[in-house]
């Protein structure tokens, strides 16, 4: 009997010991059978970016692709996780790949591990299907965003004709280390001899430059070799070979200029005018996302590590200030939840210091888990968020559709609604806003 895409996420989640599962070994053979790597493309090839980091892949692949699709070029786009619809995952040209072609990819890779007698994880079989479709639908270029680490995630078996890496932050610590070094070398797995490669930070741990150094590769740093300044109306972008005004998009500046150095250190034939009208165009779901729902406004945030809720709390300071202009007697709400093996006392400690500062007012939090085995239970969300938040500004519920039901309830049309803590958590909270399923 043929399955339909449900079916076969839920076999495919469930045909491998582990869910994550570094190395390179067991996906190696089936993506040779298949004709997956670079060496044997055949014709023209296209030309890959390969992204990795601790926060701001996202941000940065979407911009890179698209640029490249303002430029005319056939672009495919692989990005994790999803936050409604596993099709988020695959794009060409912008547009999610059907669940029919989808399942198409799933099956042949299927049979091809199969044929190899080995076991591949749920994300390992995904992204073979990525790959296999962007094949069969000849792009120009490929961006991909690595899913954990870089050395050794599946994506790295591709090799790229570019490379960044956003920055470092300490997160996924059980399978890269506990402090920068160690993720630094990890992540520092997607370089290669002599391709370029965008540091996206202004101070990198120092095995990314060891790396870099081994393998004589073209460092282009944030800092270093270009910068951004951001304007009233615009802002500003600057290199040794190009000083340009460029309209602000939707996303992070810094992770903007980081897309924006990746296109014009490639061999593409990218032109400013492209790049204008990419930031003009480019969105992310779930990077300080600004809806209205159910008659609330909304921000939906995936932030999930320390450095990520920083950079989510610079942005909604601001973001508060103009707000209250409009809506003097609005108030703030968060629907809150995170994984378990997160930093999740770090995340809340820098709420609070906002809230401290005054910089935000004291908000109601209403919690839930995670539907998700790695999810952090209420009880130890509660312990955690007790030590920080004052109990009565705390509200529980069994599952997050419960929450948003709650949140709901308990704000008015002017107050402002902050999901953040997870894609999950993001995820669980459209579902229930916008009735649709994974």
């Given at each position: ?37 670079k060496?044997?493309?055949?014709g ?12 701001g ?21 692989y ?39 080995v ?23 490929w ?22 890496i ?30 370029p ?19 004589d ?15 009233l ?18 996303l ?11 296109v ?28 209205v ?9 995936v ?17 508060w ?15 809150f ?38 999810a ?19 509200i ?28 999950h958590?993001i995820?669980?909270s ?7 399923s994974?």
């Amino acid at each position: 009997m043929k399955k339909n895409l449900s079916q076969w996420l839920e076999y495919m989640g469930s045909i491998h010991v582990s869910a994550i599962d570094m190395g390179l070994d067991r996906v190696l053979p089936v993506a040779d059978e298949l004709g997956l790597l670079k060496s044997a493309w055949q014709g023209k090839r296209p030309y890959v970016f390969t992204v990795a980091g601790t926060n701001g892949k996202g941000s940065t692949t979407a911009t890179i692709a698209q640029i490249c699709q303002a430029s005319g070029l056939k672009t495919a786009l692989y990005q994790s996780p999803h936050l409604v619809s596993f099709t988020e995952r695959v794009r060409i040209d912008g547009i999610e790949i059907s669940e029919d072609n989808l399942i198409k990819a799933f099956e042949v890779i299927e049979q091809a591990r199969l044929d190899k007698g080995v076991s591949l994880s749920f994300f390992e079989m995904t992204t073979l299907a990525a790959f296999w479709l962007f094949l069969q639908a000849n792009c120009d270029v490929w961006v991909l965003e690595i899913g954990l680490g870089g050395r050794l995630d599946v994506v790295n078996i591709i090799d790229p004709d570019l490379a960044v890496i956003t920055n470092i932050g300490i997160d996924h610590v059980d399978w890269l280390g506990d402090n920068l070094d160690d993720i630094g070398r990890e992540k520092a797995g997607i370089m290669r001899a002599d391709i370029p490669v965008i540091l996206g930070e202004y101070q990198m741990p120092a095995s990314v430059y060891e790396q870099a150094k081994s393998l004589d590769a073209k460092v282009y740093q944030l800092g270093v070799h270009y910068d951004y300044q951001e304007n009233l109306e615009d802002w500003t972008y600057g290199s040794s070979a190009i000083t340009t005004s460029l309209p602000k998009p939707n996303l992070s500046l810094k992770n903007a200029a980081n897309a924006v150095s990746a296109v014009l250190a490639s061999s593409l034939n990218i032109s400013v005018s492209a790049i204008k009208s990419g930031l003009q165009q480019v969105q992310l779901a779930g990077r300080f996302d600004k809806r209205v729902l159910e008659n609330r406004q909304w921000i939906f945030d995936v932030g999930h590590n320390e450095a990520g809720i920083i950079f989510l709390l610079e942005q909604l300071k601001r973001y508060w200030k103009e707000y209250q202009t409009n809506k003097p007697n609005a108030n703030l709400f968060f629907l809150f939840s995170m994984l378990g093996d997160k930093d999740v006392p770090s995340v809340i400690k820098q709420v609070r210091q906002a809230t401290d500062e005054q910089t935000l007012p004291q908000a109601m939090w209403h919690i839930a888990a995670i539907d998700h085995q790695r999810a952090m239970s209420l009880p130890c969300l509660l312990d955690y968020l007790n030590k920080e938040i004052e109990p009565a500004c705390i509200i529980t519920y069994e599952n997050l559709a419960q929450a948003t039901q709650g949140v709901i309830k308990a704000s008015s049309d002017d107050d402002l609604i902050v999901a953040f803590g997870s894609f999950h958590t993001i995820g669980e909270s459209l579902i229930a806003l916008l009735g649709k399923s994974f």
